[in-house]
């Protein structure tokens, strides 16, 4: 069993930076693709970036540029650093590993239990 464990949310200031960590147990890891998820309650989950296990980088529109996805193989970790950060940026931030990107779709086959982060005005 793979478990996905975040961590690096907190309370920062508008146009602040945080970087959150999502470190994974298993063998799986470097052998699969990474990728951060966010959500707010009542909202769908929404993909803000997945890196594939060689490093290829895959954001959605609305992330790219402010946030960057990079990973560790050797500590079998991956990253988000956030930053220009805004207050509409406030939501609980999810790491998921799997296949990623299969044709227009991400697929996961285990999603961490996720950190939030809050972004004051």
Do not use: H
Request: aromatic share 12%; glycine share 12%.
């Amino acid at each position: 069993q793979v478990q996905l464990v975040e961590s690096g949310g907190g309370l920062v200031q508008a146009g602040g930076s945080l970087r959150l960590s999502c470190a994974a147990s298993g063998s799986i890891f470097s052998s699969n693709a990474m990728g951060w998820y966010r959500q707010a309650p009542g909202k769908q989950r929404e993909v803000v970036a997945w890196i594939t296990s060689n490093g290829i980088t895959d954001y959605a529109d609305s992330f790219q540029g402010r946030f960057t996805i990079s990973r560790d193989n050797a500590k079998n970790t991956v990253y988000l650093q956030m930053n220009s950060l805004k207050p509409e940026d406030t939501d609980n931030y999810y790491c998921a590993l799997g296949p990623g990107r299969v044709g227009n779709i991400f697929r996961v086959y285990y999603w961490g239990q996720g950190t939030q982060v809050t972004v004051s005005s």
